[in-house]
């Protein structure tokens, strides 16, 4: 079955960029939306913003002005970019596979396990 | 931009009772884009139900969803000691995405 591991430095400066990658497993990243959500401690998730395996996205208004997401379909990843950053950016970072069935049904069916990410010089 | 907000914030119950969770829309949303999710502490979200009342795969059968327009419903018929966690509820479908602040069942 398809599984996703986020990977990336867990101790980013403040300022700096946060670069995450998400490798998809035991499928194809063709076809499908690809997610990233966020969960500061102790609080509730919040979405970052899509990609679709052709490259258009969607992002999340509050973080748009600082985020990028970009998929490589031979790597059969995609990644998330998220520049000066500050405390508040420290959270667990997932990606999720973001599914629409027949452009009525939308859910994520399939999510990493979460990488946390500590904002601090 | 859609606001979810979840009631209770947290919910006291014993195993074997009924669990009632409540998720508003600020407007109305299409069923089709509403699904709710579980997380234990320390795992990730796990998708339960998707359309507002579709049950994920492997779902039991005691997690059912309703609702339309601004309010929908998760409800678990008899909690089994592993249903104790966070639930949230999401827009998911549209050009911005959000979720419910969450429930969380505790004993």
């Known amino acids: 079955q398809v599984q996703l591991q986020e990977s990336g430095p867990g101790l980013v400066k403040p300022s700096e960029t946060l670069s995450l990658t998400c490798t998809v497993s035991g499928g194809s990243i063709s076809s499908y939306y690809w997610s990233w959500i966020r969960q500061p401690p102790g609080k509730g998730l919040e979405w970052i913003g899509y990609i679709y395996y052709s490259g258009s996205t969607s992002y999340n208004p509050s973080l748009k002005s600082r985020v990028t997401i970009s998929v490589d379909t031979s790597k059969n990843q995609f990644s998330l970019k998220l520049n000066s950053v500050t405390a508040a950016d420290t959270a667990v970072y997932y990606c999720?596979?973001?599914?629409?069935?027949?452009?009525?049904?939308?859910?994520?069916?399939?999510w990493g396990k979460g990488t946390t990410v500590s904002v601090s010089s | 931009e859609i606001v979810l907000a979840q009631s209770p914030g947290t919910l006291s119950l014993s195993p074997g009772e009924r669990a009632t969770l409540s998720c508003r829309a600020s407007?109305?949303?299409?069923?089709?884009?509403l699904a709710w999710y579980q997380q234990k502490p320390g795992q990730a979200p796990r998708l339960l139900i998707y359309g507002a009342s579709s049950r994920a795969t492997g779902i039991p059968d005691r997690f059912s969803g309703s609702g339309s327009g601004t309010d929908f419903t998760l409800t678990i018929s008899r909690l089994e000691p592993e249903d104790f966690a966070v639930y949230y509820c999401q827009h998911c479908g549209d050009i911005k995405e959000t979720f419910g602040q969450g429930t969380k069942v505790e004993i």
């Open positions: 407007q109305s949303v299409s069923t089709s884009y």
């Open positions: 999720a596979r973001r599914v629409e069935v027949g452009g009525y049904f939308y859910y994520m069916d399939v």
